[in-house]
T-cell receptor, first 116, second 116 residues
Framework: AQSVTQPDIHITVSEGASLELRCNYSYGATPYLFWYVQSPGQGLQLLLKYFSGDTLVQGIKGFEAEFKRSQSSFNLRKPSVHWSDAAEYFCAVATVIKAAGNKLTFGGGTRVLVKP | DAEITQSPRHKITETGRQVTLACHQTWNHNNMFWYRQDLGHGLRLIHYSYGVQDTNKGEVSDGYSVSRSNTEDLPLTLESAASSQTSVYFC???????????????FGPGTRLTVL
């Protein structure tokens, strides 16, 4: 069965510093991978996604992620963090159940705190 | 603009009562999903539907039911609410196969349910 692991429950980073969030997945076929962000009291917003092709994916809000098949990883990065990036981040893998649709399996999330 | 809405946004109920959470989307998506979010568990799939009259159990379906009578709505019912069902519930939808955003899910704002 597919699974997603986010090893870091909390990360604290200073404003202006770089950020990297780790994500490891387990899935037998070619994965469809996503990063979502959840601001306090809000729903989930898609940051970026990987389906195929270039392994470095650019997303919204200055985020990028790199797919590494050999390491079963899809880590999220941002070169310079802004206070508004304080949120919870979720990695997810999509699995096609049948021709009509798909399911997402989520990691446990990483909460990012930004220090002034 | 197309959107996905949930109601109520907050609900307090008592153990043993039946509760229904509403989810309505105007994306015209065939696929709809219900998740619960609990600390340390990320989002876990409760039920999902790939079209009208289609429903499927997710990984944490015990005590919950859904019905799909039209494309726009997927209400979630807690047959007899338990304290263990205190959680934040998210509804999501995704397009049908063949579209560029096939695997991407769009999330509602969530419903915070407290069972006393």
């Amino acid at each position: 069965a597919q699974s997603v692991t986010q090893p870091d429950i909390h990360i604290t980073v200073s404003e202006g510093a770089s950020l990297e969030l780790r994500c490891n997945y387990s899935y037998g076929a070619t994965p469809y991978l996503f990063w979502y962000v959840q601001s306090p009291g809000q729903g989930l917003q898609l940051l970026l996604k990987y389906f195929s092709g270039d392994t470095l994916v650019q997303g919204i809000k200055g985020f990028e992620a790199e797919f590494k098949r050999s390491q079963s990883s899809f880590n999220l990065r941002k070169p310079s963090v802004h206070w508004s990036d304080a949120a919870e981040y979720f990695c997810a893998v999509a699995t096609v159940i049948k021709a009509a649709g798909n399911k997402l399996t989520f990691g446990g999330g990483t909460r990012v705190l930004v220090k002034p | 603009d197309a959107e996905i809405t949930q109601s109520p946004r907050h609900k307090i109920t008592e153990t043993g009562r039946q509760v229904t959470l509403a989810c309505h989307q105007t994306w015209n998506h065939n696929n709809m999903f219900w998740y619960r979010q609990d600390l340390g568990h990320g989002l876990r799939l409760i039920h999902y539907s790939y079209g009208v009259q289609d429903t499927n159990k997710g990984e944490v379906s015990d005590g919950y039911s859904v019905s799909r009578s039209n494309t726009e709505d997927l209400p979630l019912t807690l047959e007899s609410a338990a304290s263990s069902q205190t959680s934040v519930y998210f509804c999501a939808s995704s397009p049908t196969p063949g579209t560029s955003t096939y695997n991407e899910q769009f999330f509602g704002p969530g419903t915070r349910l407290t069972v006393l």
